[in-house]
């Protein structure tokens, strides 16, 4: 089904040279306007001493990134090119291709910029990491399910992350329930 997925999506690349401009700046550059939103609203929340949700990005980012390395350790897909005959539009080397790593990277920071710094920036953020995942699979450089699965790897960073969080907050406030430790 993932070879399925990756012809419906693929077929047309390099047909309509408009459509295929779009798709290689997604799948190549999108990235880095991610990346710069993303800085953007780290500064400002660090301007408004807003240090934690920073750290909880980061820590996002790492777990995703460590558990995408493991992935990839592990893993025996080859990207789509190496092993049918497909539309590649975008120039990339051999190898594993299951996590995208600019799936994992995108939805990463889209995910911790919604749950931790702002929710709007982060579904838009979402969007640009669907957007990017798409057009990985249209220039042919991965298949439906890795950039599934770099997604999956950023939830659950995400939502480890969020548990954690949570999970300290509640145990401060059960040790300290009137509030005293901040106000001496």
């Given at each position: 089904?993932?070879?399925?997925?990756?012809?419906?999506?693929?077929?047309?690349?390099?047909?309509?040279?408009?459509?295929?401009?779009?798709?290689?700046?997604?799948a190549?550059?999108?990235?880095?306007?991610?990346?710069?939103?993303?800085a953007?609203?780290?500064?400002?929340?660090?301007?408004?001493r807003?240090?934690r949700?920073?750290?909880?990005?980061?820590?996002?980012?790492?777990?995703?990134?460590?558990v995408?390395?493991l992935?990839?350790?592990?893993s025996?897909?080859?990207?789509?090119?190496?092993?049918?005959?497909?539309?590649?539009?975008?120039?990339?080397?051999?190898?594993v291709?299951?996590?995208?790593?600019?799936?994992?990277?995108?939805?990463?920071?889209?995910?911790?910029?919604?749950?931790?710094?702002?929710?709007?920036?982060?579904?838009?953020?979402t969007?640009?990491?669907?957007?990017?995942?798409?057009?990985?699979?249209?220039?042919?450089?991965?298949?439906?399910?890795?950039?599934?699965?770099?997604?999956?790897?950023?939830?659950?960073?995400?939502?480890?992350?969020?548990?954690?969080?949570?999970?300290?907050?509640?145990?401060?406030?059960?040790?300290?329930?009137?509030?005293?430790?901040?106000s001496?």
């Amino acid at each position: 089904m993932n070879y399925q997925l990756f012809e419906l999506l693929n077929r047309d690349a390099g047909r309509f040279d408009g459509l295929d401009d779009v798709m290689e700046f997604t799948a190549s550059w999108l990235i880095f306007g991610v990346f710069a939103v993303a800085a953007v609203l780290v500064a400002r929340a660090l301007w408004r001493r807003r240090v934690r949700p920073v750290v909880e990005l980061g820590v996002t980012l790492v777990l995703a990134f460590l558990v995408s390395t493991l992935v990839t350790r592990f893993s025996t897909q080859l990207r789509p090119f190496q092993n049918h005959h497909v539309h590649q539009l975008i120039p990339h080397g051999p190898g594993v291709s299951l996590p995208s790593d600019h799936a994992t990277a995108a939805f990463a920071v889209a995910f911790g910029i919604g749950l931790f710094l702002d929710r709007r920036w982060g579904i838009l953020l979402t969007v640009a990491a669907l957007a990017i995942g798409v057009a990985r699979v249209w220039a042919g450089v991965h298949y439906p399910g890795d950039v599934a699965a770099g997604a999956v790897i950023a939830g659950l960073a995400a939502a480890a992350v969020l548990a954690w969080s949570r999970w300290r907050s509640l145990r401060s406030r059960a040790a300290d329930p009137a509030g005293l430790r901040g106000s001496r």
